[in-house]
């Protein structure tokens, strides 16, 4: 991975599109007299997302269930899992959830019902790759992946041609890796870096906390229902397993259907390190929405389907970005900048497959 700071941004002509849009889209808020952060709306949201997510756990417990309701249960949890990590986490960690930073903080670490670690998520999403968006070497999110190629700059392998087809798998194993490794794997490449986790730690604290909340993580996921409540060892093996495989899928599709699809670019920066675009154009020409206008897709995925809107406004929540998508797309259009979007979700998903297809073949 590039230095952080190697790689600096050139202003254009366009340069005044952003300050044009900044200002109207302030507009909006003062006009109507709304915060930019979280309202009931979210909070609400928050909290059936995360009762979906304990109150299964808490059946699992308490009831002597057959097999099929366990396994029921356990795909609920990942649905609300998945779920819990795009519309509840995602804005916390932005600080978008709430004026309160302390409520943003605990919101922000339902991250640890993920496995994962806050440091670690702060550093690869919010300094990297809403810095560095599609920008090889820099952005984590299109870094190869064990046999998995995101990025046309990076080598192809033979293999890559059935990437189409397998990349499901490892989508399904997202988040396991994540509970599992991939933390530890992050921790040793960020830890010498200034912005590594905006918590004032030093290092040894650091892998310590992840240590810890990994172990107490395990501990009520698998420990305390197979050894302190006696269910079903494989049953519980399984379900854990379904629950991950539901949620790494959904949080890895969802999150590649904004970069990895047709029409995005992944501009490489000149010798001098410099990318010969202004910043909010540059996310404009890497980011793409879909599915604008479903509500219940909308809900469900925390704005994550107005990525454009976000990536030019992370600090605004994601309940804002239907309203602040009028405002974008129209002042994209009058400056001639790219708006790029997949009009369905299915559109997206064939779109991100055929991208994939694409770049495991020989010419690309």
Not at 208 to 218: C, D, G, T
Request: one cysteine or more.
């Amino acid at each position: 991975m590039s230095e952080i700071g190697s790689v600096k941004w050139k202003k254009r002509d366009l340069e005044h599109f952003f300050p044009t849009l900044k200002k109207r889209v302030d507009g909006y808020f003062s006009g109507n007299k709304i915060k930019k952060q979280g309202n009931s709306i979210l909070y609400v949201k928050a909290f059936t997302l995360l009762t979906i997510y304990v109150a299964p756990f808490i059946l699992l417990l308490t009831l002597q269930l057959p097999v099929i309701a366990q396994l029921l249960l356990w795909s609920l949890m990942g649905f609300a899992l998945a779920g819990i990590g795009m519309s509840v986490m995602h804005d916390a960690n932005h600080g978008a959830f709430s004026k309160n930073k302390i409520l943003n903080y605990f919101m922000g670490h339902t991250l640890n019902l993920l496995g994962g670690s806050v440091c670690n998520w702060k550093m690869q999403h919010n300094v990297l790759h809403h810095t560095y968006t599609n920008v090889a070497n820099m952005d984590e999110d299109i870094d190869d992946k064990l046999l998995m190629r995101f990025c046309p700059h990076s080598e192809r392998k033979g293999y890559h041609r059935f990437q189409f087809i397998y990349v499901v798998f490892f989508y399904s194993i997202l988040t396991l890796y994540w509970v599992t490794l991939k933390d530890f794997v992050q921790f040793i490449q960020y830890r010498k870096h200034q912005p590594f986790c905006e918590e004032k730690k030093s290092n040894w604290k650091k892998i310590i906390q992840i240590v810890s909340m990994k172990a107490i993580y395990f501990f009520t996921t698998l420990y305390l229902p197979i050894a302190i409540i006696g269910l079903p060892f494989g049953i519980t093996i399984i379900g854990f397993l379904l629950m991950h495989a539901i949620a790494g899928f959904i949080l890895a599709l969802v999150f590649q259907l904004a970069h990895t699809v047709e029409g995005t670019s992944h501009p490489l920066p000149n010798a001098a390190g410099v990318i010969e675009n202004d910043w909010a154009i540059h996310q404009m020409e890497t980011t793409s929405n879909f599915a604008r206008k479903s509500k219940w897709i909308s809900w469900y995925v925390g704005g994550l389907n107005f990525q454009v809107e976000h990536h030019l406004f992370p600090y605004i929540s994601h309940i804002h970005y239907p309203e602040i998508a009028k405002i974008v797309k129209e002042t994209a259009e009058e400056f001639g900048v790219t708006y790029l979007e997949n009009k369905t979700l299915m559109g997206a998903v064939n779109s991100h497959f055929s991208f994939l297809y694409q770049l495991g073949k020989p010419e690309y």
